[in-house]
């Protein structure tokens, strides 16, 4: 399967504690979307990353929130000192180009749970 | 600023009938529109994509339908099944940007 991949799938921190969401985009993809969905919601852009770049943060908070693509090894959402906001399903998506008109293939997604 | 809206959160129809998927915007900005199908605990799953200059696009039993003047697109499938229920998103996208503009969603059940 050489779809995406997210790991862990689900995540449960505590409020204060750091959570690490992980992201292998498609072989041969080089452009890497977070996006976020909160219960009974869609899912909200968060950020855009090429290797080694971020191209489009303009949805991630401006506090504890960092992401990064380096350029060898997956992509990595970062949340510094969770709260209990913070739960959600956290879903990674790939594409070859960029810009809009270039298919997103979606992760199945990490459930964080802050207690 | 809700960009894209789906206005209906769950939609029922009968096996074999017509599901119609509404979907409306108000950024003038999207050259792109996708429609993508999510089952619990899974990421969305790409569906079907239109680019503005064009009215219609057909994949299957899968069409989804632009009107520009209306800020309105529409997702047909026909006939429908029941492993079609699902939550199914409009998106938006600009096409120097990248980003995907999600609606709400939309409940599809099919029943047998």
């Known amino acids: 399967n050489a779809g995406v991949m997210q790991n862990p799938r689900h995540l449960v921190r505590r409020r204060g504690q750091e959570a690490r969401l992980r992201c292998s985009p498609v072989?041969?993809?080089?452009?890497v979307y977070w996006y976020r969905q909160l219960p009974e919601e869609g899912l909200k852009f968060m950020v855009y990353?090429?290797?080694?770049?971020?191209?489009?943060e303009s949805g991630m908070p401006k506090e504890r929130f960092s992401a990064e693509f380096p350029k060898e090894g997956p992509s990595i959402l970062r949340i510094q000192q969770v709260v209990r906001g913070d739960s959600a399903a956290y879903f990674c998506?790939?594409?070859?180009?960029?810009?809009?008109?270039?298919?997103?293939?979606f992760g199945p997604g990490t459930r964080l749970t802050v207690l | 600023d809700q960009q894209v809206k789906q206005n209906s959160p769950s939609l029922s129809v009968q096996e074999g009938r017509i599901s119609i998927l509404n979907c409306d915007y108000t950024?003038?900005?999207?050259?792109?529109f996708l429609w993508y199908k999510k089952y619990p605990a899974e990421g969305p799953t790409f569906l079907i994509s239109?680019?503005?200059?064009?009215d219609k696009n057909e994949d299957g039993r899968f069409t989804v339908f632009l009107n520009k003047s209306a800020k309105h697109l529409s997702l047909h499938i026909v006939p429908s099944q029941p492993g079609d229920s699902a939550v199914y998103f409009c998106?938006?996208?600009?096409?120097?940007?990248?980003?995907?503009?999600f609606g709400q969603g939309t409940t599809l059940q099919v029943k047998p």
């Open positions: 998506a790939s594409s070859q180009s960029s810009g809009g008109t270039d298919t997103q293939y």
């Open positions: 072989k041969g993809h080089s452009h």
């Open positions: 990353l090429q290797k080694e770049n971020i191209i489009d």
């Open positions: 950024n003038s900005m999207f050259d792109y």
């Open positions: 239109i680019s503005s200059i064009k």
């Open positions: 998106a938006g996208a600009s096409g120097n940007t990248g980003k995907l503009i």
